[in-house]
């Protein structure tokens, strides 16, 4: 009887750390993958796309997170094989800070024509 | 003058974000990377007809020029460019690589026998894993490799024109 007990309780403990394991690397998938631009169509990330293409990026990502991977390290791979254009939250560098720098511009311009109009008056 | 500054920076902006979607309008989004990476990714796959497994560190430590052709019988510019890929077949200086993209092995093979084969090897990528992994953006393209570097490749189907410059670079 204990030694069922014991079993039971083994498995049951396996089982969930199994299924938690799963669903961890489920979720890295599926936020690495929404952070990918799709090939074919571009407009959409990979996660959302059914491309053949998205496909098999999916199934790549998958494999590289069942491989020990972590997510700095497969961005950094899409990333040389496919440049910035990848990714749809790029690092910031030399080509993107503007893409980075200008809303923040337009943010404090704004605000301060916002300031001028309503307050100094 | 108030007015004046405020109308004339609207119209500097308008201009401004005519100007970005002008310009990028015709720009290709492709991308080559410009840092190749140094060691290509290695991988294992099947061989389409005799079915071995092949290392692709076997395949790189060629001293050849090698092709690597993403193709799959599904695609239609294949069959475009697949009479310049004849073309290409009897010269010496190069390794004529095939990577069969998701593909039904009998269609594979059936596209094969009716347009003859190029290839000195083809290899199957059932999942696409593989041309992902090289960096592929659609079916077809074709990579030129060589001291495991990509030293060039050409998105989509071949022309007249890419088989000549294939050739300039293969002869060195």
């Known amino acids: 009887m204990?030694?069922?007990?014991?079993?039971?309780?083994?498995?049951?403990?396996?089982?969930?750390?199994?299924?938690?394991?799963?669903?961890?690397?489920k979720k890295l998938e599926n936020?690495?993958?929404?952070?990918?631009?799709?090939?074919?169509?571009?407009g959409q990330s990979i996660y959302d796309s059914q491309s053949d293409f998205a496909l098999s990026m999916k199934l790549l990502i998958k494999k590289k997170i069942d491989n020990?991977?972590?997510?700095?390290?497969?961005y950094d791979f899409f990333r040389t094989q496919y440049?910035?254009?990848?990714?749809?939250?790029?690092?910031?560098?030399?080509?993107?800070?503007?893409?980075?720098?200008?809303?923040?511009?337009?943010?404090?311009?704004?605000?301060?024509?916002?300031?001028?109009n309503f307050f100094i008056k | 003058m108030k007015k004046k500054i405020i109308f004339s920076s609207i119209v500097l902006f308008c201009l401004f974000v005519f100007f970005i979607f002008f310009k990028s309008i015709y720009k290709e989004?492709?991308?080559?990377?410009?840092?190749?990476?140094?060691?290509?990714?290695?991988?294992?796959?099947?061989?389409?007809?005799?079915?071995e497994i092949?290392?692709?560190?076997?395949?790189?430590?060629?001293?050849?020029?090698?092709?690597i052709n993403i193709w799959a019988s599904w695609c239609v510019p294949c069959l475009q460019e697949h009479k310049y890929l004849m073309n290409l077949k009897n010269n010496n200086s190069i390794n004529l690589i095939g990577l069969n993209y998701k593909d039904k092995e009998n269609n594979a093979k059936k596209f094969i026998y009716k347009?003859?084969?190029?290839?000195?090897?083809?290899?199957?990528?059932?999942?696409?894993?593989?041309?992902?992994?090289?960096?592929?953006?659609?079916?077809?393209?074709?990579?030129?490799?060589?001291?495991?570097?990509?030293i060039k490749k050409y998105i989509g189907p071949l022309s007249q024109k890419n088989i000549i410059e294939i050739k300039k670079i293969t002869k060195k």
């Open chain 2, 54 to 67: 092949v290392h692709s560190d076997h395949l790189f430590k060629n001293e050849k020029f090698i092709l």
């Open chain 1, 83 to 116: 440049g910035d254009w990848i990714l749809y939250e790029p690092k910031i560098n030399k080509n993107t800070i503007f893409l980075w720098i200008f809303p923040v511009i337009l943010f404090i311009f704004g605000g301060y024509l916002i300031f001028r």
């Open chain 2, 115 to 150: 347009n003859g084969n190029p290839y000195d090897t083809i290899l199957i990528d059932d999942y696409g894993i593989i041309s992902i992994e090289l960096g592929a953006y659609g079916v077809p393209e074709t990579f030129i490799i060589y001291n495991s570097k990509i």
């Open chain 1, 31 to 42: 936020k690495i993958s929404k952070n990918l631009r799709c090939l074919v169509c571009q």
């Open chain 1, 68 to 74: 020990g991977e972590s997510e700095k390290e497969i």
């Open chain 2, 29 to 51: 989004n492709y991308y080559t990377p410009q840092i190749l990476t140094k060691n290509l990714i290695s991988f294992k796959s099947k061989d389409l007809f005799t079915k």
């Open chain 1, 2 to 25: 204990k030694k069922k007990i014991i079993f039971l309780i083994l498995l049951f403990l396996t089982i969930t750390n199994y299924s938690f394991g799963f669903e961890k690397n």
